[in-house]
């Protein structure tokens, strides 16, 4: 019996009862199992158990036996998800292919479920610094694991994920580790010893090498999109370049030629198979929403579909863009959803950066914010070229935001000032007490 399989057995078995106590520990367990997936790196019985939905079974349960208040935060960003979630439900009514639809709806209610019991039991800077590092270091783990691999072998090879987790792709094993290296800066900002910050930086090198060394074309589009917004939003520029020039200077020394033909092909696109090919999905799923208010449901890019509404019925491909990707799905009105919840959730962050700057005791919500909004970029851009809509990473990210403007909110002096309107407008004072009032 492999020794792999008894080990995260007994891991996960052994943590069902300390979740039943304190179900907070369910929801970080269940992220660890989500974005790592470790039993997928088991070669035996471990492979196929169905760990993430005994983790999350147990953690209602124990959410329903918990004495502690439990309150889901009703943001506009939650309000917008719910409302995206349940036309998700009423789009795949009416799906072309309902069968497959349902499943992937499936897996899709799954996260959205987790997800508000995430915003109702982590409303607290411990419980959110918790949850970043364990999503982080997750996905981080293959960043390293996959940065080594590049360098010593060359980057002959791509860097994947573990089969038939999220990551297994090579573009998708990219996007991951690219929305990662912001949340290791965030790690690296907040942590005290020096070996761990060096820990850190070594972890967002070699991420980022990993990214490169996935031979993603997307990804080489918004890791440098994702960098440059990085080195804007860091406290330390001259650190943030470094880093990049170094991470660099590697890649050059250690990428073979048919990495840069690959990579050469980004300026030559109507050349590239590949690529005319994803525009003819675009154009696909643009037409088949005029004609279909409701999108045709999930799984909707099929022989059929770009048999009726493609430029090239016989060119078919995946949607390859998280836009036309819901766009194909649910429509002109699930796009519009998707569309807002983003704005809203990168306006969020905004606030919680600017009221990070101006009270020191949660600059630490303010860098997180800040970090946050890079992978977003990262995210926007990646995912403009890869079908990957329904990342439980990004929605994490969002329930991030929204924990950290709910712990400040949460806060008396907060209260009054966002209620008076004024958060965004009156500094900070060190003392205690009323605010002055403006006469103009």
């Known amino acids: 019996m492999p020794i792999r399989d008894i080990v995260v057995t007994v891991v996960i078995f052994g943590l069902l009862p300390v979740i039943l106590w304190r179900p907070y520990i369910g929801v970080l367990v269940w992220m660890w199992i989500s974005f790592m997936s470790p039993h997928r790196l088991c070669w035996g019985f471990a492979f196929d158990m169905p760990f993430a939905l005994m983790v999350a079974v147990v953690t209602l349960a124990g959410v329903l036996m918990s004495p502690e208040p439990k309150k889901i935060p009703w943001t506009r960003?939650?309000?917008v998800l719910l409302i995206f979630t349940l036309f998700m439900c009423l789009t795949t009514l009416f799906a072309v292919y309902p069968d497959l639809a349902g499943q992937q709806l499936?897996?899709?209610l799954k996260i959205m479920l987790m997800s508000y019991v995430t915003l109702m039991l982590m409303q607290s800077?411990?419980?959110i610094n918790m949850l970043v590092w364990v999503i982080t270091l997750s996905l981080a783990f293959y960043g390293v694991k996959g940065g080594i691999f590049t360098i010593t072998t060359g980057g002959t090879f791509h860097v994947r994920g573990p089969e038939l987790s999220f990551i297994s792709g090579d573009n998708n094993t990219a996007l991951a580790l690219i929305m990662t290296i912001p949340l290791l800066r965030y790690l690296q900002l907040s942590s005290t010893r020096r070996w761990m910050k060096n820990a850190l930086t070594a972890a967002m090198g070699l991420c980022a090498i990993a990214a490169i060394g996935s031979q993603s074309r997307g990804a080489?589009?918004?890791i440098i999109c994702m960098a440059s917004f990085?080195?804007?939003?860091?406290?330390?520029k001259f650190f943030t370049w470094m880093l990049g020039t170094v991470a660099v200077v590697i890649l050059a020394m250690v990428m073979p030629q048919q990495w840069y033909d690959r990579m050469a092909t980004i300026g030559n696109y109507e050349q590239d198979p590949s690529a005319v090919g994803r525009i003819n999905s675009w154009h696909m799923a643009f037409n088949l929403a005029k004609n279909r208010p409701l999108g045709a449901g999930f799984e909707s890019f099929r022989d059929d579909m770009f048999a009726i509404y493609a430029p090239n019925p016989g060119d078919v491909h995946d949607s390859h863009s998280i836009y036309f990707q819901v766009l194909?799905?649910?429509?002109?009105?699930?796009?519009?959803?998707?569309?807002?919840?983003?704005?809203?959730?990168w306006r969020t962050a905004s606030w919680v950066i600017a009221y990070g700057r101006r009270h020191l005791e949660y600059r630490w919500a303010g860098d997180l914010c800040a970090m946050i909004q890079v992978s977003l970029v990262g995210f926007a851009t990646t995912g403009a070229f890869l079908g990957v809509a329904y990342f439980d990473l990004y929605y994490a990210l969002i329930v991030v935001?929204?924990?950290?403007k709910t712990v400040i909110e949460s806060q008396p002096q907060t209260a009054v000032e966002t209620r008076r309107g004024k958060a965004s407008l009156t500094p900070s004072f060190p003392v205690a007490g009323a605010m002055p009032r403006r006469t103009g």
């Open 106 to 108: 499936s897996k899709v």
């Open 401 to 404: 935001v929204v924990l950290c």
């Open 230 to 236: 990085l080195w804007v939003k860091s406290r330390n």
């Open 125 to 127: 800077k411990e419980r």
């Open 328 to 345: 194909g799905h649910h429509g002109f009105f699930g796009l519009f959803l998707f569309l807002l919840l983003a704005l809203m959730t």
């Open 77 to 79: 960003e939650t309000i």
């Open 220 to 222: 080489l589009v918004g």
